[in-house]
């Protein structure tokens, strides 16, 4: 208990002065390792509106060359505790173990990933913030090992809502300084021959942003592009996209789609796009990650399209003073405090250089000028 206790401290401070996702994965499973010993461990960035793997930190994870057949398996078959399934489950934390009733071989990816990595017990958080998932943590213990106990299962659940809500703030508190070449779109021509995934052909503005995903590499590539061809495959050639926040601060639309179909060797090429996202798009990223809820989403739309408050009750079929409520929840959510602001941090701000100031403020980790709202 004691161990558990000063571990939950420890994380939770952690936390509230956290300004890097990868760099906080890797502080808390430091922490957390003297009450939740694991051997291997990863940390993941999801897409909130896909669950799509979009990043993350691999390098104390499973070997790199059992990756690819693991991300085939997330994308393109039914397994137990897969990420999308956990993102919707009660607590978004479950081991392998007890989701096979102590049968771990049931499980493609224990037979597949796990036995040839030489880990046997796994536990899987999902980190998800006001009902979406930001990231997930999953911690490995070698062939032999003991299962992770109700308690230490516990223990993670109940640290999980913070650590969702320091990844979600820390994707809008990097700094952003952008360069020319990554305005994009970047172009790219991938060559997939097997499991084997390696990149024949690139743009300066490609290369450049795809060095800035937060991401371990395979063969120079970046797992997310990885698990993206994956889900192309599974999805039968269908184009395929996810946002991915970079270094830099930017958020990015990387699409992929079929170039060449496999040729007699089964040898196919891919095109791969990274460009900025649309403002629409980064809109609703935005209103994701400053909480937002439907109703203020709403709100925000018609706002920022150029509705007044009583053109929008009229809209909403909502009172004049419950729209006025929405709008004075909107400016302290987002940190403005006019509709032209409102409008610039949900489509603008994230594509104007601007370096953002940190100043430490008590108990409530780094203040920031547009703060999300906790």
Not at 40 to 65: F, I, Q, R, S
Not at 164 to 182: C, F, I, M, Q
Not at 328 to 353: C, I, W
Request: charged share 25%; glycine share 8%.
């Amino acid at each position: 208990m004691a161990a558990a206790a000063v571990a939950r401290d420890r994380v939770e401070r952690l936390c509230r002065s956290a300004t890097d996702p990868l760099a906080l994965y890797r502080d808390v499973v430091r922490v957390l390792g003297r009450a939740v010993p694991s051997d291997l461990w990863c940390g993941l960035l999801l897409d909130p509106a896909t669950v799509m793997n979009t990043g993350g930190y691999h390098d104390e994870g499973l070997p790199l060359e059992v990756l690819p057949r693991l991300l085939q398996l997330e994308v393109g078959s039914d397994d137990v505790n897969q990420l999308p399934a956990l993102a919707r489950a009660r607590s978004g934390v479950a081991t392998l173990h007890r989701g096979t009733r102590n049968r771990p071989e049931l499980s493609a990816r224990y037979r597949d990933v796990m036995v040839p990595a030489g880990v046997g017990p796994e536990l899987r958080a999902v980190l998800r913030d006001r009902g979406r998932p930001w990231g997930a943590v999953i911690l490995f213990r070698e062939t032999g090992a003991p299962d992770f106990t109700e308690a230490e299962v516990e223990l993670v659940a109940a640290l999980a809502p913070d650590l969702a809500a320091a990844v979600r703030r820390t994707l809008l508190v990097s700094e952003v300084a952008h360069r020319d070449a990554e305005e994009g779109p970047g172009m790219a021509v991938l060559r997939v021959d097997g499991s084997r995934i390696r990149l024949e052909l690139a743009s300066r503005a490609a290369q450049v942003l795809m060095d800035q995903m937060p991401d371990t590499r395979i063969d120079g590539l970046p797992v997310g592009v990885i698990s993206l061809v994956s889900r192309l495959t599974a999805a039968g050639g269908r184009r395929q996209s996810a946002r991915v926040r970079l270094r830099t601060g930017r958020w990015m639309s990387v699409q992929l789609d079929v170039l060449e179909p496999a040729d007699p060797n089964g040898v196919e090429r891919l095109s791969l796009v990274v460009e900025p996202v649309a403002p629409y798009e980064l809109a609703e990223v935005i209103a994701e990650a400053y909480g937002l809820t439907a109703r203020e989403r709403q709100v925000a739309r018609l706002v920022v399209s150029g509705s007044s408050n009583l053109e929008v009750a009229a809209t909403l079929s909502i009172a004049l003073t419950t729209v006025q409520d929405h709008v004075k929840n909107l400016y302290a959510k987002l940190g403005v405090g006019s509709r032209h602001e409102l409008t610039a941090r949900m489509f603008f701000d994230q594509y104007l250089p601007r370096q953002l100031s940190r100043l430490p403020v008590g108990g409530d980790g780094w203040y920031l000028p547009a703060r999300p709202h906790r």
